[in-house]
């Protein structure tokens, strides 16, 4: 019965906080505009933007650039450098708090390391994040879209928490652990933990 009750309590208090965070577009502080890259889904953008308001308060808006990805493209290693492309985009900021947010269909790498999910500047304007390695299908398993959403908008919430200033969470579920494989991504929560979103407010 005890655990009942502050099962229900808890859940009340994570409903009020949502309710709270839900303002007017006027009263939001700033506009995170998401940017299609040679991003090769056909779904409509409109269906990221809830969850990613949901966790900054801003105002979300998708936005078409036309930036020549080739120019980013290593023969190599058959990917393209996240760094220039984030480099680039940072270019097509709007400014201000104002953030951009690159959703491409290609393969990502840093120079470290042999493939990226994502990548943005902390506390910055710019970010980036990959979808190529996002769906079942690249494990060769049979592909489901749901599971495809799910992992694509932690890939976005983490990608925008760095740029809100968060740097990598311990917390077991929270969006903002590090993600290495995509394992990692399934294993987390779709949202900010309590001491994440603290850290942003
Ligand atoms: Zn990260
Ligand atoms: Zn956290």
Redesign the pocket.
Known sequence: MQIKRLFFNIKERIDVNVENRFKNDEELSGTINIVPLSFGENFDLLTLIEPVKRQFNYQVKSQDIYIDLSEYFDPERVQYSANDILHCLLHHAPGGQNKIIGLTGIDLFIPALTFIF?Q?YLGGNAGIISTYRLRNEFYGMPGNDDIFFKRLNKTII??L??MFGLT?CHTMNCV?R??TYIEDIDQKEEYLCQSCQDAIQ
Request: proline fraction near 0%.
């Open positions: 994502g943005a983490h990608e928490g760095h990598h903002m590090s993600a």
